[in-house]
């Protein structure tokens, strides 16, 4: 069974990613924040990591790179649904920084199950074909 580790300081949020995923027959972890994520990835392997970029008591993409840094095969899906205050033209692109700090994917919250699954789907086969590659040139 595929585990996933879903860390969002948003109740909703983790509530019902939670529901989608075990509805589909995922193992689903949740926290509610990165001390607890980061415990979490200390006593348990996790084959994704959905992981909210900006989150209480982090600075910035903190969250993306402790996460990446503590578990660098692990599949990262990075979330965010932050919005900049200010009427910036062009605003900050923080999916694609967080891209550039180790995550693999990234989606703009608010985002359908289907979209979920689509990019979870993408990351574990890209990473079963690297494992592979891996192994065979080992």
Known sequence: ?????????????????????EDRDFDVVVADGAATGLSALEQAAFDVMIVD??????????????????????????????????NRSPAPDF????????????????????????VIHSCLSENRAHLENVARYS
């Open 95 to 118: 999916l694609s920084m967080a891209l550039e700090l180790g995550a693999s994917r990234c989606l703009r919250k608010p985002f359908t199950p289907t979209a979920l699954l689509t």
């Open 53 to 86: 970029i900006f989150m209480p008591h982090m600075n910035g993409f903190e969250s993306v790179r402790l996460f990446h840094q503590r578990a660098p095969v692990v599949p990262l899906i990075a979330i965010s649904g932050y919005v900049f205050a200010e």
């Open 1 to 21: 069974m595929t585990r996933i580790l879903v860390v969002d300081d948003d109740p909703m949020i983790r509530a019902a990613i939670c529901t989608w995923l």
